[in-house]
């Protein structure tokens, strides 16, 4: 008898330690609408605009898409993007998070120098894939974040009347965005 009081002892302590199962804090879907500044090493900034429908998973996983166009010196820079955030702090008003994703890129170089008499620009628009590292936080519907967008370069050839190129300048694409948005949805789930 008295073997089966501490049996009962130990799994109650146990199951009163153990993490409830309860109803997530926050409502799952939300998107995200902001802008932000776009930097590239000795560049001049430019800006960028974006949108972000996301689904959070158990208060801590956040997937979702992001449009982004970022206009900077000398180019404009599209992408879609899947992304994935993990929550380190959730439990409170402020939320920090780490997060990347997988993007597509499709970019276009315009400007640049003069190629000189009888020569011509032939701008190549880059699209393919590429990746982002992204870390910020919440406080209740403002997100505030930095993110760097590994792209792909983009070639710009310089060609002769002939048709021969002349000469060819590699733009560097990626960027470091610092970006601000207001969440729509999201919201901490009120308990009655």
């Given amino acids: 008898m008295k073997n089966i009081f501490i049996v009962i ?9 153990a993490p409830a199962q309860t109803s997530p804090a926050f409502k799952p879907f939300k998107v995200d609408a902001g802008f932000g ?3 590239q090493s000795s560049e001049p900034p430019g800006f960028l605009l974006f949108l972000e429908p996301s689904y959070c998973f158990a208060n801590k996983y956040k997937a979702g898409i992001r449009f982004e166009q970022a206009i900077l010196s000398m180019k404009s820079i599209g992408s879609s993007a899947i992304t994935f955030d993990y ?13 990347g994703g997988y ?16 020569t011509a620009q032939i701008v190549r628009n880059t ?3 590429g990746a982002l590292l992204r870390a910020g936080f ?9 993110e760097y967008n590994f792209v792909p370069s983009t070639y ?12 060819t300048v590699i733009y560097k694409n990626g960027y470091l965005g610092i970006k601000g948005s207001i969440s729509i949805g999201g919201a901490r789930k009120k308990f009655i």
Avoid at 11 to 17: F, G, K, R
Avoid at 138 to 146: A, G, P, Q, T, W
């Fill in 138 to 146: 919440e406080l209740y519907h403002f997100r505030l974040s930095m």
């Fill in 127 to 129: 699209k393919k894939s």
């Fill in 9 to 17: 002892y130990i799994v109650t302590a146990i199951a009163s330690t």
């Fill in 156 to 167: 710009v050839s310089a060609v002769s009347q002939d048709g021969e190129a002349t000469s």
């Fill in 37 to 39: 500044i776009g930097e």
């Fill in 103 to 118: 993007s597509y890129f499709s970019t276009t170089v315009s400007g640049g120098c003069d190629p000189g008499p009888g």
């Fill in 87 to 99: 929550y380190i702090t959730s439990g409170t008003a402020i939320r920090t998070f780490a997060g």
